[in-house]
T-cell receptor
Framework: ETGVTQTPRHLVMGMTNKKSLKCEQHLGHNAMYWYKQSAKKPLELMFVYSLEERVENNSVPSRFSPECPNSSHLFLHLHTLQPEDSALYLC????????????????FGSGTQLSVL | RKEVEQDPGPFNVPEGATVAFNCTYSNSASQSFFWYRQDCRKEPKLLMSVYSSGNEDGRFTAQLNRASQYISLLIRDSKLSDSATYLCVVNRGYNKLIFGAGTRLAVHP
């Protein structure tokens, strides 16, 4: 167990559905991340929150909407997705603080395997 | 050009072999470096940080060459349990950790 929990583990949705991915960390970390991992491609950084403030939005389409209500919880709201959005969505956390340490070590959740039909 | 490039492999080696992976990065302002390991259908896990002076953790040795912008990982005395994908990770600063696509290692008996 890494201390980062993601739900659901698997999700199948239609293109007109609205769903949310949830991530919770029990490590007392200040930074949380969403990454996307597609087959045979590197992990793509989507969003970064540090102390509940979004510090990175890596040109992600607006059909993905993150929410960070507190430093322990992170959501990814999904609506009108496309089949090419099918991928493994990984949440991670790190110590993180406003000093933006360069030695951040990520702790990942198990991911949500998303299929868009 | 990808910001972090790795040979995808696979590297197929027998138990006990020594194997080395390289990684290059394009952003000279990159500030810190790591190797992560990802098993099939699992999340990535930190293997080790990479320091300028080189560092060792048991059978694993990591090296960084800032001038040439490459990072290496050496695994000695390979075990079956070392079979995984090894991800090179670069911290660009401001919590932006960029991953390579990974190098797949298969250790056989």
């Amino acid at each position: 167990e890494t201390g980062v929990t993601q739900t659901p583990r698997h999700l199948v949705m239609g293109m007109t559905n609205k769903k949310s991915l949830k991530c919770e960390q029990h490590l007392g970390h200040n930074a949380m991340y969403w990454y996307k991992q597609s087959a045979k491609k590197p992990l793509e950084l989507m969003f970064v929150y540090s102390l509940e403030e979004r510090v990175e939005n890596n040109s992600v389409p607006s059909r993905f909407s993150p929410e960070c209500p507190n430093s322990s919880h992170l959501f990814l709201h999904l609506h009108t997705l496309q089949p090419e959005d099918s991928a493994l969505y990984l949440c991670a956390s790190s110590q993180g603080d406003r000093a933006f340490s360069t030695n951040e070590k990520l702790f990942f959740g198990s991911g949500t395997q998303l299929s868009v039909l | 050009r990808k910001e972090v490039e790795q040979d995808p492999g696979p590297f197929n080696v027998p138990e006990g072999a020594t194997v080395a992976f390289n990684c290059t990065y394009s952003n000279s302002a990159s500030q810190s470096f790591f190797w992560y390991r990802q098993d099939c259908r699992k999340e990535p896990k930190l293997l080790m940080s990479v320091y300028s002076s080189g560092n060792e953790d048991g059978r694993f040795t990591a090296q960084l060459n800032r001038a040439s912008q490459y990072i290496s990982l050496l695994i000695r005395d390979s075990k079956l349990s070392d079979s995984a994908t090894y991800l090179c990770v670069v911290n660009r600063g401001y919590n932006k950790l960029i991953f390579g696509a990974g190098t797949r290692l298969a250790v056989h008996p």
